[in-house]
Structure formats: structure tokens, C-alpha cells
């Protein structure tokens, strides 16, 4: 009797039956290619954004638009319980100790929304069905979100410090020279954007893969590695977008909103290589000559 030959393990990198690595590899674009990915270009996101867009959009309004509503009224009802708040001028304390729990509570509630969007978003791309399901789903994570959220914020906060500390003791050696801390300033908003940039995917990571708050900021860095100039050229066209929505009597957001926010989900998938919706939904191959910037 031959003995027992054990398999030999899952190369794939979607095989959810793998077996786990020791090391944080987060799903790339160029470690594969198949039938619906998007290759990460500016123009093809947009394109295969506006396949999917057009193919469901009454879902994607639905969708983008509850959202905006539920968290409309979570304002709302949080400053009616502030305005109605008739506390006495001994009372201050307890007075911002309610104004504090009010703002906390806002800001998970709008998490949970914002993660429950993006999983509802990425469901749509991939052509799931019933996608608006996922919008209340995003529970699990509120609490890692919020505290990636932390650290990224931290971690923001001390690049500013360490690039206008030195900019305010040269000015002050060169005379108070307002010139090298206006450089100073310049400076930290570049370097803050492009850390803002390769940190952005971390949410997508976290709803879509299940990383934890050091894993996903990490996993978002190392996918955005040669793709941070391209997600600005990307957010920028989005800003655009929704501008030509503004002066389109306002009412061109309807469909401009929904469509930016659905585009940061198929530029996720397109980041991590993951497939779209069914095959003929998108085209089975990206010609030459079709936009790449």
C-alpha cells in the first residue's frame, strides 16, 4: 500500500480553503489576471464604473441615497436633543458630558453606515444579488474602523509635528522669516495627502477581508505602492465629476454621488485584482488603445 501523500497547498490566492500565512499578502493586482478585472488605469475604472453604474442603477441611487438619508436624520435628531437640552448654568458639566455622547454616538452610527455603503458598493460591483442587504451589516467593524481611524489620525498628527518643528525654529533662527514656515506648511500637506492616499483603502480591507486595524492600514499601504499617483488623478476626476453634477442645477449629484462612491469600490476590486460583476458585463479584454491614464 502506497502511503498517504498529503495535498499540496492552494496556490490561488482567492482559495478561502488556503492555508494561512504567516505574513500579512494582501491580494494584488499584478499577481494574476482573469475575466473581469480591471486593470488599475484611471480611465478603465471610470469606464467599467459606468458599465456597472448603468446596469444597476436604481440599486446604486437606492443604495447611496438611503445612506445620505439615514445619516441626514441622525443630525438632525442629534441636534434637536442638544437644542432641547435645558440644563441649568450649574449644570455645564453634564451639559457637554450629553453634548460628547451625542457626537460619539453620531460618529458610530455614520461609520456603520459608511462600512455598510461600501459593502452594499462592493456587492453591486461584483453583481451580487439583493447588495442593499449589506448596507446594515457593517457592525462587526465599527469598532476596528474606528480605531484604524485612530491611529491613521495619530499617525497624520506626528508627520505635521516632525515637518513644522524644524520649519518654525528655522524661521525663527532666519528672522522670523514667514517664507520657511509657509514651506513647512506646503510641505506637510503633500507629504499628509500622500500618506492620506496610500492610506485609504484600509476600510475596504477591513469589510472585505477581514484585517484587523494594523493589518488593514498595512495591506492598504503595500496595494497603493505604485498606484498612489493614479488614485489622485482618480479623486480628482471624481471631484470634477461631481462639480459638472453641482452646476447641473444640483440635480446632477442625484446621479454623481452614487456614481463617485461606486467607483472607489471598482477601484478596489481593480487595486486587488478581484473580478467584477459577471463576465459580459464588462468587456473581456481592455484594448491597447482604450484610455490607461
Same mark, same amino acid.
Given at each position: 500500500?502506497?502511503?498517504e +501523500?498529503?495535498?499540496?497547498?492552494?496556490?490561488?490566492?482567492?482559495?478561502?480553503?488556503?492555508?494561512?500565512?504567516?505574513?500579512l499578502?494582501?491580494?494584488?493586482?499584478d /499577481?494574476?489576471?482573469?475575466?473581469? #478585472?480591471?486593470?488599475?488605469e484611471?480611465? +478603465?475604472i471610470?469606464?467599467?464604473?459606468?458599465?456597472?453604474?448603468r446596469?444597476?442603477?436604481? #440599486?446604486?441611487?437606492?443604495?447611496?441615497?438611503?445612506?445620505?438619508?439615514?445619516?441626514?436624520?441622525?443630525? !438632525?435628531?442629534q441636534?434637536?436633543i442638544a437644542? +432641547?437640552?435645558?440644563?441649568?448654568?450649574?449644570d455645564?458639566?453634564?451639559?457637554? @458630558?450629553? !453634548?460628547?455622547?451625542?457626537?460619539?454616538?453620531?460618529?458610530?452610527?455614520?461609520?456603520w453606515l459608511?462600512?455598510?455603503?461600501?459593502?452594499?458598493?462592493?456587492s453591486?460591483s461584483?453583481?451580487?444579488?439583493?447588495?442593499?442587504?449589506? =448596507?446594515? !451589516?457593517?457592525?462587526?467593524?465599527?469598532?476596528?474602523?474606528?480605531?484604524?481611524?485612530?491611529? @491613521?489620525?495619530v499617525? @497624520?498628527?506626528g508627520?505635521?509635528?516632525?515637518?513644522?518643528?524644524?520649519a518654525?525654529?528655522?524661521?525663527?533662527v532666519?528672522? +522670523?522669516?514667514?517664507?520657511?514656515?509657509?514651506? %513647512?506648511?506646503g510641505? %506637510?500637506?503633500?507629504v499628509?495627502?500622500? #500618506?492620506?492616499?496610500? /492610506?485609504?483603502?484600509f476600510?475596504?480591507?477591513?469589510?472585505?477581508?477581514?484585517?484587523?486595524?494594523?493589518?488593514?492600514?498595512?495591506a492598504?499601504?503595500?496595494?497603493?505602492r $505604485?498606484?498612489?499617483?493614479?488614485?489622485?488623478?482618480?479623486?480628482?476626476?471624481?471631484?470634477?465629476?461631481?462639480?459638472a453634477?453641482l452646476c447641473?442645477l444640483v440635480i446632477? @449629484?442625484?446621479?454623481t454621488?452614487p456614481?463617485s462612491?461606486?467607483? =472607489?469600490?471598482?477601484?478596489? =476590486?481593480s487595486l486587488?485584482g478581484?473580478? =467584477?460583476?459577471?463576465?459580459?458585463?464588462?468587456?473581456?479584454t481592455w484594448? $491597447?488603445?482604450e484610455?490607461s491614464?
Open positions: 500500500m502506497e502511503p +501523500r498529503k495535498p499540496e497547498p492552494a496556490s490561488d490566492e482567492l482559495d478561502y480553503y488556503a492555508p494561512p500565512r504567516s505574513e499578502e494582501p491580494v494584488r493586482a /499577481m494574476f489576471e482573469g475575466p473581469g #478585472v480591471v486593470p488599475f484611471v480611465g +478603465r471610470l469606464a467599467a464604473t459606468w458599465i456597472v453604474f446596469n444597476r442603477m436604481w #440599486v446604486t441611487l437606492g443604495i447611496a441615497w438611503a445612506v445620505f438619508l439615514l445619516m441626514l436624520a441622525t443630525g !438632525q435628531i441636534t434637536r437644542s +432641547r437640552l435645558s440644563l441649568a448654568p450649574a455645564r458639566a453634564a451639559y457637554y @458630558l450629553v !453634548q460628547f455622547v451625542l457626537f460619539v454616538g453620531g460618529y458610530v452610527l455614520s461609520t459608511s462600512l455598510g455603503q461600501n459593502l452594499a458598493f462592493l453591486v461584483r453583481g451580487e444579488e439583493a447588495p442593499s442587504n449589506r =448596507l446594515f !451589516q457593517g457592525w462587526p467593524y465599527v469598532l476596528t474602523s474606528l480605531l484604524a481611524s485612530l491611529v @491613521l489620525t499617525l @497624520l498628527l508627520v505635521l509635528v516632525i515637518i513644522l518643528t524644524p518654525s525654529i528655522i524661521a525663527e532666519a528672522g +522670523r522669516d514667514p517664507l520657511f514656515f509657509a514651506a %513647512g506648511v510641505l %506637510g500637506v503633500v499628509i495627502s500622500y #500618506v492620506g492616499i496610500r /492610506m485609504s483603502q476600510n475596504y480591507f477591513i469589510v472585505d477581508q477581514d484585517l484587523g486595524i494594523t493589518d488593514s492600514l498595512r492598504s499601504w503595500e496595494s497603493t $505604485e498606484a498612489a499617483g493614479k488614485l489622485f488623478v482618480l479623486y480628482v476626476s471624481l471631484l470634477f465629476i461631481n462639480v453634477g447641473c446632477g @449629484l442625484i446621479f454621488v456614481f462612491t461606486l467607483a =472607489l469600490a471598482v477601484a478596489y =476590486l486587488t478581484q473580478p =467584477l460583476a459577471p463576465r459580459e458585463d464588462i468587456p473581456e484594448a $491597447e488603445d484610455p491614464w
